[in-house]
Structures are given as structure tokens and as C-alpha cells.
């Protein structure tokens, strides 16, 4: 997941360059896509059809290969954006801010997913959609937490003074992700251990409905990727604008004061040729 | 166990609705932003 400006010549585009995409889409994301949507018609099949019902939860285990996968997604997420605001804080790189944000939204949407998901499970198998559990009250508060970072992210103020706030928020996701998976083991709790590696290496569940959870870890880890590189796309993008309308609002601001030269020529960042104040890159 | 299937239905349902509509938002907007960005801007490699 890349952004680069091809090579310009005084910041217009070079002949040899590839013509610009109308979207944020690319050949990766097209191979990606595509495999996401066949990884989807798998899934519902092993799910659905091909693997058995639970002996104790019935045909209720199925909602197990979307639920799993998308809680151990949106952690990822969780730790995609607190590696990103810490290499933000430290480093001040813009990439690694745009993964935060980007990582942080689709976090919430996995977030959500797997609150919805569970409280479906929990009407059949525990008589009730939600109770102040342990594991259902942290991960609720995880998903609080993501939608603080996205709002504060959000807030109308400076690139670098929102994007620093938001890392602070953002640094606290990881050590919240290691209290809603350790939540099961430090108090009693109606959620059940988890069903992956609770004991060792060893599953609690074998077979067919091993396999259908593994290809449900695959197919979300995949539409995961492709989400984070068309969301990074939208931000960068965000961005893009955000600078050229600072940039139009300053030559603005520089034209009513009489902004030109002892030679006469207009002056600013919407002078041909000069710098963008975010990039320091010619324009065209 | 017929009277879980409900439940089931709607869990799926939820999710495939949830990232088909977020995924839609986000490409549709990624063409309406890509149009507002000069294109020596916007090359994904």
C-alpha cells in the first residue's frame, strides 16, 4: 500500500507517465477484490452447507465464523493504529498517520460487526442479547474509544494539531485490545474461553468447523486489506484537498493585500511553479 | 434447534450489509475525491 507521485518534470506530468486513476482503485486491489468476493461464496457454503451443527449450540455456531474473525480483525486494527500514531508521534510521518486513521475506522466497523454478531449468539445460547459482562463491557468501550479517535481525528483544526491528538487517543487501543482478550481469564465471565489456543495450541473445535473459522480468518483478513488500502486512498486524498484549499485560501488572503513582486509577478503558493505548503512539491 | 436460525440469518445478513455498505461508501467517495485531485497527486502504485 503505496502512494507515490510519479516523476514530473517541474511538477507536471512526465509522457512516459501511466495515466491517473479516477478512483482508488488499482490492480492490486482488483486481484484483491476479486478474491474477497470468491472467498465470500466459500465461506457461506462451508458455513452453511458443508460444515455440521455444534452438538451443544446447534445451527447457533455458525454465526462463530464471522464473529471470531472479525473480532481478531478489528484488534488488528486496534494495533495498526496505535503502530501508526506511535510512528506518527515519534517520527511525525504522515503515511503511518493515514494507516492510524484509515485502521481506525474499519476497526470500529469490525468493532460493531462483532458486537451485533454476539449479541445474536447470545439470545440462543445465554436467553438474553446483551448482560454487563466482562467481555461484552470492554469491548464496548473499545469500540467508544475507536469512535473518540474518528471524532477527534475529525475535529475542524491543523493537520498536525487534530492527527496529534488523535495518536494520543490512539496509543490507548492496544492496551484496551489486551483487556477485552484477557477478560475472559481475569474475571468470571458468561462469554465463553476462547476457541482458538485457550489451552496451548490445542482448539476446541475440530474438522470441518476448524476449517470453515480458518477460511473465515482468510476471507475477512483479505476484504481487511483491501478496505485499509481504499480507505488510506480516501484519506490521502482528504488531505490532498485539504492542503489545495489552505493553499487557494493563503493566495487568496495574499491577492487582497496586493501580493506580487518587485517584478510584477504574482507571488504565493498559487504561483506557478512554487511549493505546496504541505509538500514542498512543485506545481504545475 | 430451528429456533436459532433466525438469529443466524440475521448475523450474516448484518454483516455482508455492513461491509457492502461501507465498502460502496468508501469507493464511491474515492471516485468523488479522485475527480477534485490534480492527478500528479493521485498515482497508486
Known amino acids: 500500500m503505496t502512494t507515490q507521485i510519479a516523476s514530473t518534470d517541474e511538477g507536471r506530468p512526465s509522457a512516459s507517465a501511466p495515466e491517473a486513476p479516477t478512483s482508488t482503485g488499482s490492480r492490486t486491489t482488483r486481484v484483491l477484490g476479486l478474491a474477497t468476493l470468491v472467498g465470500f461464496a466459500l465461506l457461506v457454503l462451508f458455513s452453511f452447507v458443508l460444515s455440521p451443527a455444534d452438538d451443544n449450540q446447534g445451527d447457533a455456531v455458525r454465526i462463530m465464523y464471522i464473529h471470531v474473525p472479525s473480532a481478531t480483525l478489528a484488534y488488528t486494527g486496534c494495533f495498526l493504529t496505535t503502530l501508526g500514531s506511535i510512528l506518527y508521534l515519534w517520527k511525525r510521518s504522515q503515511w503511518w498517520e493515514l494507516v492510524a486513521y484509515a485502521s481506525a475506522e474499519i476497526a470500529a466497523l469490525f468493532t460493531a460487526v462483532t458486537l451485533a454478531t454476539g449479541m445474536l449468539w447470545g439470545r440462543p445460547t445465554w436467553g438474553v442479547y446483551w448482560v454487563w459482562d466482562a467481555r461484552l463491557t470492554t469491548t464496548a468501550m473499545l469500540e467508544l474509544l475507536l469512535l473518540g479517535y474518528l471524532a477527534v481525528r475529525r475535529l475542524p483544526a491543523e493537520y498536525s494539531v487534530r492527527a496529534k491528538r488523535a495518536a494520543v487517543i490512539g496509543l490507548l487501543l492496544v492496551p484496551n485490545v489486551i483487556i477485552v482478550r484477557q477478560s475472559v481469564q481475569w474475571w468470571r465471565t458468561l462469554h465463553q474461553k476462547p476457541t482458538l489456543f485457550s489451552d496451548g495450541l490445542d482448539s476446541n473445535i475440530e474438522g470441518l468447523m476448524l476449517f470453515s473459522l480458518f477460511l473465515g480468518f482468510v476471507v475477512l483478513g483479505l476484504f481487511f486489506v483491501w478496505l485499509l488500502i481504499h480507505r488510506f486512498r480516501v484519506a490521502w486524498l482528504e488531505e490532498q484537498i485539504a492542503d489545495t484549499g489552505l493553499d487557494a485560501a493563503i493566495a487568496e488572503r495574499r491577492a487582497e493585500a496586493g501580493g506580487v513582486d518587485a517584478a510584477g509577478r504574482a507571488t504565493g503558493p498559487s504561483a506557478p511553479g512554487a511549493p505546496t505548503l504541505a509538500t514542498g512539491e512543485a506545481q504545475p | ?45
Open chain 2, 1 to 45: 434447534m430451528t429456533g436459532t436460525w433466525p438469529y443466524v440469518i440475521a448475523a450474516w445478513l448484518i454483516v455482508l450489509g455492513a461491509f457492502l455498505g461501507y465498502a460502496v461508501v468508501t469507493i464511491l467517495r474515492g471516485r468523488s475525491l479522485s475527480r477534485q485531485v490534480p492527478p500528479e497527486r493521485r498515482r497508486w502504485s
